[in-house]
């Protein structure tokens, strides 16, 4: 069984910077397409995307930000995020996609077949 745990969330003021990371365990036979997502109002959205290939895709708010970077040997995934505005704060999650491989924009949550529970980022003003 897949089980997928982020860490590093937190609080912080604006300005700040925070790495989540997100360490999987069990057997993924193949990871076509990896994500953060966060929870907004109208569902979750994709934050970043780290294809197979090593293609990474940003939300538009988040380019020049976040960095999404893997550790195959750690099994781990990460989102680097720096310049922390209160608009970032939210629940964020990893996810998988098994089946799919990342599309040429931003993956929909429902390509993802493997989740964590989330990490609770808070960005204070």
């Known amino acids: 069984q897949v089980q997928l745990v982020e860490s590093g969330g937190g609080s912080v003021q604006a300005g700040g910077s925070l790495t989540l990371s997100c360490e999987y365990s069990?057997?993924?036979?193949?990871?076509?397409?990896m994500g953060w997502f966060r929870q907004v109002p109208k569902g979750r959205e994709a934050v970043a995307s780290l294809?197979?290939?090593?293609?990474?895709k940003y939300t538009e708010s988040a380019k020049g930000r976040f960095n999404i970077s893997r550790d195959d040997a750690k099994h781990a995934l990460y989102l680097q995020m720096n310049s922390l505005n209160p608009e970032d704060s939210a629940l964020y999650y990893c996810?998988?996609?098994?089946?799919?491989?990342?599309?040429?924009?931003?993956?929909?949550?429902?390509?993802?077949?493997?989740w964590g529970r989330g990490t609770q980022v808070t960005v204070s003003s």
């Open positions: 996810a998988y996609s098994s089946q799919y491989p990342c599309p040429w924009n931003l993956p929909a949550a429902s390509l993802m077949d493997y």
């Open positions: 294809s197979r290939g090593g293609t990474r």
């Open positions: 069990g057997s993924i036979r193949s990871m076509q397409c």
